[in-house]
């Protein structure tokens, strides 16, 4: 699945130090917001919050745009998300059980056809297994991939076992720093909050399937927040990432 669970794209986009709780004394009020986020000759995406929610990215590249948006149950859990690009609408549909250990989400193409649903467990509020699956009608579900996710103490998501039945099973491991992530603000509002397993509490420092690794850079504001990212690639070369900027409140 890799990192497929910034939904599926920035579900997918959407970051999630422990979890962070007011009982711990951190509550999202407190977190800095993304404002905008860009990436270096890539997409750009602007964040518009409302009721101390994210509720809308706006991305553009080369001028093409798109948009993603979110709506939330009276318990300030996403119900529905829509991912809008090349004029085609995503529509991913969220449920819950009454325990909250298991979300079913399903999502549809609205000029494609498509189906597609993934069931995910989720444990002390962290996903842990996905089950993901091709669906030719809401009833007709065939199963193609899981994964399974194992975290720190922090709770950054470390390790990503993935078995596609087409292919041999993959292994990932990611690496933190200690700093506050760019998406602290998701990572403890948005519930649950793995939904987006890779919206952790902390920074990516290196990636490893065990094909090829990538390490990152940062440079950091006075409150520890992330404001810049540098790629350093397998072979040691050194690409500007990312341009990271937070709303001012």
Known sequence: MKVSLFLVGL??????????SEDEGFSPNQIKKLKRLEYVGGTAYDYTYEDNLLKRIDSERIGIRGQQLFFYDTERRIIRYENILF??????????????????????????GFYYKTIQKIENNRITKVESYHCDNADKCERFSTDDLEYDESGNLVREVNQNFDFEPSVT??????????????????????LWAHFSPNNITAVDNGVTRRSFDYVYDSDGYPIESSLISSNGATYPHQIIEYLEE
């Open 11 to 20: 579900l997918l986009s959407i970051v999630f130090l422990p979890a962070c």
């Open 87 to 112: 004029g085609d609408t995503t529509v991913y549909h969220f449920s819950y059980p009454e325990d909250n250990q298991v979300v079913t989400i399903s999502s549809s193409r609205e000029q494609a």
């Open 173 to 194: 491991t990611y690496q933190y720093d200690n700093q506050f992530s760019m998406n602290l603000f998701l990572y403890s509002s948005i519930q649950p909050q793995m």
